[in-house]
């Protein structure tokens, strides 16, 4: 077997060959390569043309209108600029905030800043199986809360939200509702006739595409004008500038359509894979399942190994490409905050790592992962 074995699809994916062959074929001369704002010649026009099938195609999949797509370079940015966005232009109407303690730093970051310009925030733990809870949203609820943001699937634990119970709250409040859909887009549906988002954050990465880009999906509504973040030339409806990149375009509307079109047999086929994994390492005493298996994504599986050190773990395991379930920074290694927020202790933490299963990832690799773990698991334990 080619050693490692990537089992990271949670923190990128490769790009499937559809979606790098249509990347490759927009960059040089004899390819797409021009400024789709370029309005004078069929170079540009052509451009144009591919983004604009392009944001088709990542509507296609949220159910949504195509000027309803903003594209910008990832889903950090995304996240930046709803949140900050939202936050700017109902400022006068309150400064409440509601954000979920388990979403990722892109989104806990933005809210934090906002806190420090004199936002309040209401941080809201999610429920131990690491599904943000609605109850809890509902409580927090003030007559001043002008935005709720949650995600979707959870990148550590691969716990699925109900967005929609959410979203109807939201609504029902006339409060914004942004939602990170980073990890969900292309893995299980997103309908945006069904979750009444104001915004939501899309990236390519993760879905087989390229890093460094991603889209916003902005609801169209009378009320409601996101300012940009990126001043320039006015690009994306003034939503946020900057030249288009045709071939990342080109490419994260290949691979969004390719998600939709695979999407259920990709589901069934990851969640045998993950059932398989955690049949084999579930036996290990030691080990303990982050999350639930019901409300989860089955590409990602999310384990405690008790009274092991993840790092330990990590480090005599160099076949394996995976997670640890921490963040680690040069000096220390802390323990994750979204497995904190499900009441996973620290220790617990610390012994935690994420498996990512994805597209190219196949049976006999996930048997020789879990038995190599096992193996390790038994080792450290004599
Ligand atoms: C990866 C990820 C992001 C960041 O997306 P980038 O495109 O890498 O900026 C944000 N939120 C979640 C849930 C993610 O998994």
């Known amino acids: 077997m080619k050693t490692p074995i990537y089992l990271d699809y949670a923190a990128t994916t490769p790009c499937d060959p559809i979606v790098a062959d249509a990347l490759s074929k927009c960059l040089m001369l004899d390819g797409n390569f021009a400024n789709p704002a370029s309005r004078s010649h069929f170079f540009g026009w052509q451009a144009e043309a591919a983004v604009e099938k392009a944001r088709k195609q990542v509507a296609t999949l949220l159910n949504a209108d195509t000027r309803e797509i903003v594209w910008t370079s990832g889903a950090t940015e995304a996240n930046n600029l709803a949140i900050k966005g939202a936050a700017l232009v109902r400022s006068e109407k309150g400064k409440h905030i509601i954000c979920s303690l388990a979403e990722h730093k892109a989104v806990i970051d933005s809210v934090s800043f906002l806190e420090n310009q004199g936002f309040e925030v209401s941080w809201v733990k999610p429920e131990k199986t690491g599904e943000v809870s609605v109850s809890a949203i509902e409580k927090a609820i003030r007559p001043d809360t002008i935005l709720i943001t949650t995600m979707h699937v959870n990148n550590e634990t691969g716990a699925i939200s109900n967005i929609e119970e959410i979203s109807k709250l939201a609504r029902s409040k006339n409060i914004l509702f942004h939602v990170d859909a980073a990890q969900s887009a292309g893995k299980i549906t997103i309908d945006t006739s069904k979750i009444?988002?104001?915004?939501?954050?899309?990236?390519?990465?993760?879905?087989?595409?390229p890093k460094g880009i991603g889209a916003l999906y902005v609801r169209k509504q009378s009320d409601f004008n996101l300012p940009a973040q990126i001043h320039g030339g006015g690009h994306e409806q003034g939503m946020r500038s900057g030249t288009l990149p045709t071939h990342q375009i080109v490419a994260m509307g290949a691979a969004f359509e390719l998600a939709g079109s695979l999407m259920d047999k990709e589901f069934n086929k990851l969640q045998a894979l993950k059932s398989m994994f955690l049949e084999k390492v579930l036996t290990h005493k030691s080990a303990i399942l982050n999350g639930s298996i019901d409300k989860s994504v089955p590409g990602i599986a999310n384990l405690t190994f008790k009274g092991v050190d993840g790092q330990v773990l990590l480090s005599a395991l160099p076949m394996l490409a995976i997670s640890s379930g921490s963040a680690c920074n040069s000096a220390t290694v802390a323990p994750s905050h979204v497995l904190r927020s499900m009441g996973v202790s620290e220790q617990e933490a610390l012994s935690a790592l994420r498996f990512s299963f994805g597209r190219f990832t196949n049976q006999e690799e996930v048997i020789f992962a879990a038995d190599s773990l096992v193996d390790v698991l038994n080792k450290l334990a004599s």
Do not use: E, N, Q
């Open 196 to 209: 009444f988002a104001d915004m939501i954050s899309v990236c390519a990465h993760k879905v087989y595409g």
